[in-house]
């Protein structure tokens, strides 16, 4: 009932889902795929970085070649006359790159080349095999992916004017290096450094293919995609094995619930899972519970509707006898005896229908009643006089042993309190002797409060202690008038007991003596 109390206080639902109906159309094993496939993306992503890789090769080509011609410079700077032309022959194939020698007017004076392999080559694409052609289209896509600004294509084939090598003709006219890079027409970057001959007034121009750039990047992208195959192997596996143990136990749950909701209880079966100890078996047993509970609480509702129908016609059945004979009595003493019997019926009637609507509407209340401190010796101790007045017609007196102060304080609902204490009370005072005493106390013992109530009338067998508590059940005492009482106290009492998380038990008197104790035990609210 608690929880039920706390289940009132949470927001409603249809705010939660509104913030989430686009997300609740998903069914969980797209859910489960959006989520691999997010990663699947962060990890596809990686590939990007592939740009940064190859760029990051290529600054370190350019600083390279500008290095090396920078030291090409400065050696021809002292090298004889006779043996500059050799000495760029034996650097540029060391530094597998072509070296021109361009003098102050522009007139290539030395190729690296003439008269020597070439150190580099530049292959027509339409020559290449398909598995080439492919990579370099490949290569295009996730440049254009990327969104990278391309360097500009080369002119092939490779052209020795200098007015073809901007950056020679800038350094020439500058006295300054420059580098750039061009896209070779097979794909691959071209690298050029210009760098002015100290005192000489010449510029030297080196030029690289760098063919290994191209191809550290593509191996670095072949062991990425090696790995990003196996995460979507084990991606896609993950995703059905999921769907497997979280959607399909679902869907056979949601399927029980529906044959519940369709009134089917005592056909379905709810599976429990018990080899499951995750969420998804807690859902299904408390599924499975829930079921139970609400086919047990429709059970109660048509044994109790079945009892109220039956507690009904008796009055009533008395009813329609004495209206029926009342219009043909003449007697007076007997008409008279007869508007009692029509008293007696209503105010019992009456207590019926006042009974039965308490009891009807009391889980109810008590799940949206706000629990406050309630002092049970004051509680009591306020009830006394109408105790004793009730019980006064045939002397039964009220001993009430007063409570330590704030000793016994429970949280729960003052007013459904009261009314239980009352029922066993009241219970309590019809079974009394004449001139007997009930003895009523509070206290704290062992964590909970307990208040006991003792009488001295027969006392109750241990066969009859469970059938007390429930509805209609009624063993009066023989000298009480009939009707007095509904059957109803009793089962008031527990379901009021068990809406505030405690309960009620009965038992024989500690002294030995005739009659019986009744002990309503409450939670002792923490500190």
Known sequence: MRNEREAARVPAPEAEEGRLRWWG???????????????????????????????????????????????????????????????LVRLGADSRTRIRLYGPDGALRIDSWRGAPPTYDLRDPREEDWEKRFSRRLDRVLNALAGGRQPPGLAAPESSRLADWPEAAAALATRRSRSTVRIAPEGTPFISAAVPVAETGEVLLMTRNARLIRRGVREERGTLGLVLLSVLALSVFLSLFLNHTIALPLRRLARAATQVRLGRAREVHVPRLPERSDEIGLLARALSDMSQALRTRIDATEAFAADVTHELKNPLASLRSAVDTIERVEDPALRRQLLDVLRDDVARLDRLVVDIAEVSRLDAELSRARFEPVDLGALIEAMLDVWEERGGARGVHIAFARPRAGSAIVQGDEARLARAIDNVVDNAVSFSPAGGVVEVGAARVDGEVAVTVEDEGPGIAPARRHDIFRRFHSLRPEEEAFGRHSGLGLAIA???????????????????GSGARFVLHFPAPTP
Do not use: C, K
């Not at 990007?48 to 030291?71: C, P, S, W």
């Not at 527990?494 to 030995?512: L, P, Y």
């Open 25 to 87: 159309r998903w069914r969980i094993l797209h859910r489960v795929l959006a989520v691999n496939v997010l990663v699947l993306a962060l990890l596809a992503g990686s590939i990007f970085y592939l740009d940064g890789y190859r760029r990051r090769l290529t600054e370190q080509g350019i600083v390279a070649t500008a290095t090396q011609a920078r030291l090409a410079a400065d050696s021809l700077a002292l090298a004889e006359p006779q043996e500059r032309a050799p000495l």
């Open 494 to 512: 527990a379901a009021t007991m068990a809406g505030h998380d405690g309960r009620i038990e009965v038992e024989d008197r500690r002294d030995g």
